[in-house]
Nanobody
Framework: QVELVESGGGLVQAGGSLRLSCAAS????????????MGWFRQAPGKEREFVGG????????DYADSVKGRFTISRDNAKNTVYLQMNSLKPEDTAVYYC?????????????????WGQGTQVTVSS
């Protein structure tokens, strides 16, 4: 069993920044040794959950939704079993609940269907 806990959400003005963290844990869990791909998704009210960014198990590959490219950066610290999402130049349309997700896969995955473990989500609200 894998547990994911997000933190770092909050209220920020447009143009501001936030850094989300996702701590992964589980019995004998190791993000690096077991080849876990990690992703960030978000869901705004009345909308479907959408891919934000993903990072391969080694951190060597990343991918982003077009809407956040150049503004968001995903990174990981495998020694700490933690993934980060640095969000800069935030816009009101970035307002959503942000979810961390994990899948045991050596390839970067961008579909929510490929992820089997999810965090509880953290609210990000960007005011105009």
């Amino acid at each position: 069993q894998v547990e994911l806990v997000e933190s770092g959400g909050g209220l920020v003005q447009a143009g501001g920044s936030l850094r989300l963290s996702c701590a992964a844990s589980g019995r004998t869990f190791s993000m690096y040794a077991m080849g876990w791909c990690m992703g960030w998704f978000r869901q705004a009210p009345g909308k479907e959950r959408e891919f934000v960014g993903g990072i391969s198990w080694s951190g060597g590959n990343t991918d982003y939704a077009d809407s956040v490219k150049g503004r968001f950066t995903i990174s990981r610290d495998n020694a700490k079993n933690t993934v980060y999402l640095q969000m800069n130049s935030l816009k009101p349309e970035d307002t959503a609940v942000y979810y961390c997700a994990a899948t045991q896969n050596y390839r970067l995955r961008i579909s929510s269907r490929d992820y089997g473990y999810w965090g509880q989500g953290t609210q990000v609200t960007v005011s105009s």
